[in-house]
């Protein structure tokens, strides 16, 4: 069941900015954290960037920090992430997921967005 709606991914050149949107239900924006995962070709899902439920802390994986920030808006049940300066290594499907803290895969993940194409191309 799809409970989370990316967008805002694109085909982009190395330097450039983007912004993902996350949409989600409110019982469930209200209830969670959320996080940023990506997944490139042949590789793991990993995560890039984690807010609380309460918006007041975060998480930034090292290869994306003082790049990428994620912030929620609670009054629009809605999650960002702010890419800028994007290389051809951030290339990838890029999902929304809530549940607990620290959201890892397999262990905290109650909900997964469909994902969004991110291609960083030089």
């Known amino acids: 069941q799809v409970q989370l709606v990316e967008s805002g991914g694109g085909v982009v050149q190395t330097g450039e900015s983007l912004r993902l949107t996350c949409a989600a239900p409110g019982r469930l924006f209200r209830s969670y954290a959320m996080g940023w995962f990506r997944q490139a070709p042949g590789k793991e899902r990993e995560r890039v960037a984690l807010?609380?439920?309460?918006?007041?802390?975060?998480w930034y994986a090292d290869a994306v920090k003082g790049r990428f920030t994620i912030s929620r808006d609670t009054a629009n049940n809605t999650v960002y992430l702010q890419m800028d300066a994007l290389k051809t290594e951030d290339t990838a499907v890029y999902y929304c997921?809530?549940?607990?803290?620290?959201?890892?895969?397999?262990?905290?993940?109650?909900?997964w967005g469909q994902g969004t194409q991110v291609t960083v191309s030089s």
């Open positions: 807010v609380t439920y309460s918006g007041g802390g975060t």
């Open positions: 997921a809530a549940g607990p803290w620290p959201l890892r895969i397999g262990r905290e993940i109650a909900y």
